[in-house]
């Protein structure tokens, strides 16, 4: 068996911002443009009229001050209300696969590794752009990659379950090296009509570098164990796929696009999270005031606080439990990940710190890391 590590990751930040300010601003003219042209409805009481979007309930909610995107003016036109891609050739490399390259041409520059070094590719993410060839292998052929690649969808863990994958893999011998990227492209799914989420997500993409500790330099994160778990729940859905275009569905059906049940899912998975951290460092003789940082899921800041008090037994500060979501929102299974990238590099040797993420599914995994 072989010991595992990350030994780079890489990330590509998309070029738009668009603040709470502006998004809210967009969502109160497209209310008022709705009032406007059901106002008869709304006087007669029967129909409910679109309530306004406030900043500051944004902040003091989910802890959200901005997010990026690949498109700003569709999201941004009130008549609209989602982003304005341009269909492209099959010929030309898919928008998915286009930042999932950045993102891994980062990691790799980031370590010396050579595609030629690498056995395989997975592209985890909560939405895929397509049913097939998958991203994965087309990514692969981008970057020259020999072996494998496939896509996988855990929704907001597909990173971590990913790590898993790629781990066992190592370990087994299976592979020297596999590139984990995460495309998440959030902005085509989420319901930017919808008063209660249109703040909650961002676009961005991470790559992931796990190979063999023996082949890695000093410095790296060897991974102590991965621990993966999943609960069936309602409370997080979007039901498009396949069989929409035969259930005749309007791609704009508020079903087939991101919905939730905001406050449930807060309470039902904040407790899961705590235990399933508490749990794998116990299996692994650690507590949680072994960890040096958690690099946790980026939802929602009260959630991570509140999991910091689960596990600590008070608050975590910001260096233990690093905040990225106030400038990315969330993102998916890439935001552990990027909290990750963002703050390791002042970790010392033998510090231990975990990954882990959380959402719909509902799954959980975790990664508990060494450094080297
Ligand atoms: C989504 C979330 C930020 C909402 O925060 P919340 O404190 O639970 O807010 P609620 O949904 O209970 O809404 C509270 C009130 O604010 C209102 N409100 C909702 N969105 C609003 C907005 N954009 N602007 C102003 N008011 C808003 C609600 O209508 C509600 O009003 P009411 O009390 O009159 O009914 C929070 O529940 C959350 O982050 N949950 C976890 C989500 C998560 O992790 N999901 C995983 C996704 S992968």
Redesign the pocket.
């Known amino acids: 068996m072989h010991r595992v590590c990350i030994s780079s990751t890489g990330l590509y930040t998309p070029p738009h911002v668009i603040s709470n300010a502006e998004l809210?601003d967009t969502?109160n003219r497209y209310a008022e443009l709705e009032n406007t042209a059901n106002a008869a409805e709304i006087a007669a009481g029967t129909r409910t009229a679109v309530?306004?979007?406030?900043v500051e309930?944004?902040e003091k909610?989910?802890g959200i001050q901005q997010r990026y995107v690949l498109e700003k003016a569709g999201v941004l036109d009130p008549t609209r209300m989602r982003p304005n891609f341009t269909p492209r050739p099959d010929t030309d490399i898919s928008q998915m696969a286009e930042i999932a390259v950045l993102a891994a041409r980062d990691a790799l520059q980031r370590t010396g590794k050579k595609p030629a070094d690498i056995d395989g590719v997975i592209c985890a993410a909560?939405n895929m752009q397509r049913a097939y060839p998958a991203m994965a292998i087309e990514i692969q052929h981008a970057l020259g990659i020999a072996g494998f690649g496939f896509d996988m969808n855990v929704?907001?863990s597909s990173a971590t379950f990913a790590i898993d994958m790629a781990t066992n893999a190592i370990k087994s011998g299976a592979a020297r090296a596999v590139l984990i990227v995460n495309p998440e492209i959030t902005s085509p799914h989420l319901a930017w009509k919808d008063?209660?989420?249109?703040?909650?997500f961002g676009d961005v993409c991470t790559a992931i570098l796990l190979e063999r500790l023996t082949e890695a330099p000093a410095g790296v994160f060897e991974i102590l164990g991965t621990r993966l778990v999943t609960s069936f729940s309602n409370a997080?859905r979007n039901n498009a796929g396949f069989m929409s275009r035969s259930e005749d569905r309007n791609p704009e059906d508020r079903d087939q696009l991101?919905y939730?049940e905001?406050?449930k899912?807060?309470k039902e998975?904040c407790p899961m999270a705590a235990a399933h951290i508490g749990g794998h460092l116990a299996a692994l003789d650690l507590t949680p005031t072994d960890v040096r940082r958690f690099w946790l899921h980026q939802?929602?800041l009260?959630?991570n606080q509140l999991i910091g008090r689960k596990l600590l037994g008070h608050d975590a500060t910001a260096d233990i439990a690093p905040v990225i979501l106030n400038e990315f929102a969330?993102t998916?299974s890439a935001g552990s990940i990027i909290a990750f990238h963002r703050h390791h590099a002042d970790f010392l040797k033998d510090e231990i710190g975990v990954i882990c993420s959380?959402?719909?599914g509902y799954s959980i995994g975790s990664a508990v890391l060494r450094r080297t």
Do not use: L, T
């Not at 008063?195 to 909650?200: K, W």
């Open positions: 809210v969502f309530p306004s979007s406030s309930f944004i909610a989910s909560a929704a907001c008063r209660d989420c249109h703040f909650i997080i991101f939730q905001g406050r899912v807060f998975v939802a929602n009260a959630m969330n998916a959380f959402g719909a």
